[in-house]
């Protein structure tokens, strides 16, 4: 969780076209350009060196930066994402990485998003999705061995987006998750804090060096986190949450 470095992306105006699953209406721009401002805000007022890269208007989701790479302190992955109009959003994160990374590996082959990656202490998690494919995990699966981490497939649980939709690390040894994967075959070693059924969306919480960063109006989920003595910093996404995304999307860290 030691973090020194985010990049994130200026959402587009294209970002009211984003994906969703069903059909209301998306955000207006303003206000996801204010929810991305505060998280911008949010993570350089914890310490971290924070670069935003310009908009992409040919890629409404491209505000989503953790979809199309993975990124470590002793590397980066960039990764391809499932939907097909954000496979164009690697090559355009690929020169940002090759400027800040010795090492960047890619998948090749395959379908991963990001958001379907989780990173604990001992192991890389990767979850099937909609978006995430077998034949991505393998090739992930390698080139995580290439970084010298350990990866292995998981199930993501069906109507959720990405694994990270439902869950989140805590601290190193627990892991917040919906009920949905309160599942001891899923987290290893990790002890699993299962929120409640009516606040499932603040799963998608991030942990920044001793702070949670949690979406706004989840006052259960933000009670059982401070109950473990980490403090909490609550971020508007209503917005983003029309597009299906939360907290983990809007950066790379390492
Ligand atoms: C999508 O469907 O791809 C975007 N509208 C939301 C992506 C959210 N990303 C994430 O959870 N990592």
């Keep these: 969780f030691d973090f020194t470095h985010a990049l994130l992306r200026s959402p587009a105006r294209t970002v009211t076209d984003g994906l969703r ?107 099937l999705s909609a978006r995430t494919d077998r034949k991505g995990a393998n090739a992930l699966i390698a080139a995580l061995a290439g970084l010298g981490r350990k990866g292995r497939m998981v199930a993501t649980p069906p109507g959720v987006l990405h694994f990270k939709t439902g869950c989140g690390m805590i601290d190193e040894e627990t892991v917040a998750v919906i009920p949905e994967l309160d599942d001891d075959n899923l987290f290893g070693r990790l002890r699993r804090l299962v929120l409640p059924e009516d606040e499932k969306p603040a799963a998608n919480l991030l942990r920044i060096r001793d702070t949670i960063l949690i979406g706004e109006g989840f006052p259960k ?34």
């Design 221 to 254: 989920t933000r009670k059982l986190i401070e109950d473990m003595g980490i403090e909490t910093r609550a971020l508007p996404v209503s917005e983003i949450a029309k597009i299906d995304a939360g907290l983990s999307c809007m950066s790379l860290r390492w």
């Design 21 to 127: 699953d069903g059909d209301h209406a998306g955000p207006a721009y303003a206000d996801v350009a204010r929810e991305h401002a505060a998280y911008a805000a949010a993570l350089k007022d914890l310490g971290l060196v924070v670069e935003v890269l310009p908009p992409l208007e040919a890629y409404p989701d491209s505000v989503f930066v953790e979809d199309p790479a993975l990124v470590f302190g002793e590397g980066a992955i960039l990764l391809n994402p499932g939907a097909p109009t954000r496979a164009g959003e690697v090559g355009e994160i690929a020169p940002e990485l090759a400027q800040r990374f010795d090492h960047v590996l890619s998948i090749g082959e395959g379908h991963v998003d990001g958001g379907d990656v989780l990173v604990t202490p001992s192991e890389v998690l990767i979850g």
